[in-house]
């Protein structure tokens, strides 16, 4: 067997291993060992490609390779490591922002290096395509990670004529693209770049934070075409490979998502949701409702005599940083008694699975977390549910009033418990903008104050009881 087929019978054996990874991420218990497997096979197909020759030669610059290898893993490993899981986000984010890059910089590098060789017109074209979504996707992702930062505003930023600018900037980068398939100008590239970037960035921009989840999945799904298309000028079957994976599944996920939402992925694209702050940010409205406030201590008494508890967590909770005090509190109830679940709606958080990923890291068992639709056949039979930093998907607006924003959307059904607690910082409406119609349910008790200091003196509440 000659050296270049068992390259490719290991570069065989690492995509499969993506396949399985990729099986294992779809379930909470499997996603650590989902993992693990992937880094397993990328680090397998890292290693063959040092014994892979590359026009007759073994592989150049090898120094140079490691150097860059070690600074990355110096970088990463840290990063990785101390990073805190209400950050995870970010992370995910400028991770996937660095991908896109350094696919957009293989096509730039390919494309100085092939183009006195009059190469076919699809293989300068698959450069361009990596050129243009590599650097959409660096580019959005930096901005995505601003605004989840709080380097920025995480609500839309908008100005007249937004659309119709990013339009023409997008169809100048298409007629670009035409232009330099026919003069191989360098010239030209550098404009392009420029370009992408700018589209990158007015892309990104009129999306508001709590639709980044949705928009990190597909600029995840950006990166993965723009690998492609870096395999495709390589001659890289791997990369191929890996990149359409990354590439389908995030666009599979960022529809399932924007299903979940009750939106069309141009509706949370480009309708600048959540520009508007609609609600009033007071205890009391116009027609004499008036949300019913109580104490950490009168919650601690209502869960003490509940026999069954549904937890609701939302994106405050992981402001807060609250969830190893939420797992306390679910464990001191379990000890007298009580049984507690968790009620995770699919797009709760910042990204993809946030709230799995937050909880798990506090140790809560898997089997304690609950999809959306199975906790709603549960919550009729629940005696108290404790919303703890969630606003838009809990809010009864999105199925009883059909001139809402959020009219449509898949919420969990808190209201159908025979008690709602609802910890919130303030009446400040959610992302959406509008008032939660669950705040003026009679069922409802409203704490005020910041998650975890709420939980902190509710878990000592429950424990003295």
């Known amino acids: ?181 026919v003069s191989a100008s360098t010239v030209l590239l550098w404009i392009l770049l420029i370009l992408a970037f700018v589209l990158g960035i007015a892309f990104v921009l009129p999306i508001g934070g709590a639709d980044v989840p949705v928009l990190i999945s597909l600029l995840n799904s950006f990166t993965g075409l723009a690998v492609a298309a870096s395999g495709f000028t390589l001659g890289s079957n791997l990369l191929i490979v890996a990149g359409t994976l990354v590439g389908a599944s995030g666009i599979l996920l960022t529809r399932l998502m924007s299903a979940a939402m009750g939106r069309s992925l141009p509706n949370i694209l480009f309708s600048a949701f959540g520009s508007v702050v609609t609600a009033s940010g007071d205890a009391s409205r116009a027609d004499g409702r008036s949300v019913r406030s109580g104490s950490p201590e009168d919650a601690a008494i209502l869960l003490g005599y509940a026999s ?50 937050l909880l798990a890291e506090a140790n809560v068992p898997y089997e304690k977390l609950v999809e959306m639709d199975e906790a709603n056949s549960e919550l009729q039979t629940a005696d108290v549910a404790l919303v703890v930093g969630a606003n838009d998907t809990v809010n009864p607006a999105a199925k009883d009033d059909p001139g809402s924003p959020i009219y449509g959307m898949p919420i969990i059904n808190a209201d159908l418990a025979e008690n709602v607690l609802f910890l919130k910082r303030s009446m400040r409406p959610g992302f959406a903008g509008i008032e939660n119609e669950l705040l003026y349910n009679p069922k409802t008790t409203l704490i005020f104050g910041d998650a975890k200091d709420t939980l902190t003196k509710i878990l000592a509440s429950v424990k003295t009881a």
């Open 308 to 357: 069954r508890v549904v937890i609701i967590p939302g994106y405050g909770l992981a402001v807060a940083q609250a969830q190893h005090v939420v797992r306390e509190l679910a464990d001191e109830l379990e000890a007298k008694g009580t049984e507690v679940f968790f009620a995770i709606h699919p797009v709760a958080g910042r990204m993809p699975g946030h709230m799995n990923v």
């Open 1 to 181: 067997m000659s050296r270049e087929t068992l390259i490719d019978l290991i570069y065989l054996v690492s995509a499969t291993t993506f396949l399985i990874a990729l099986k294992g991420l779809g379930s909470p218990k499997r996603a650590r060992w989902g993992n693990l497997t992937a880094a397993a096979g990328m680090l397998l197909a890292i290693v063959a490609t040092f014994f892979k020759y590359v026009d007759g030669h073994a592989l150049y610059h090898v120094p140079l390779i490691l150097l860059a290898m070690f600074i990355g893993l110096i970088v990463a490993v840290p990063v990785a490591r101390f990073v805190k899981m209400t950050a995870m986000p970010q992370l995910v984010a400028i991770f996937n922002g660095v991908g896109g890059g350094a696919a957009a910089l293989v096509s730039i590098t390919e494309f100085v290096h092939i183009k006195a060789t009059h190469p076919a017109t699809y293989v300068i074209l698959e450069v361009l395509l990596g050129v243009l979504i590599g650097t959409v996707s660096f580019a959005g992702s930096a901005i995505a990670f601003a605004k989840l930062q709080e380097l920025m505003t995480g609500r839309p930023v908008t100005y007249p004529g937004q659309q119709f600018l990013n339009a023409i900037i997008g169809l100048a980068a298409l007629v670009l693209i035409v232009i330099i398939l």
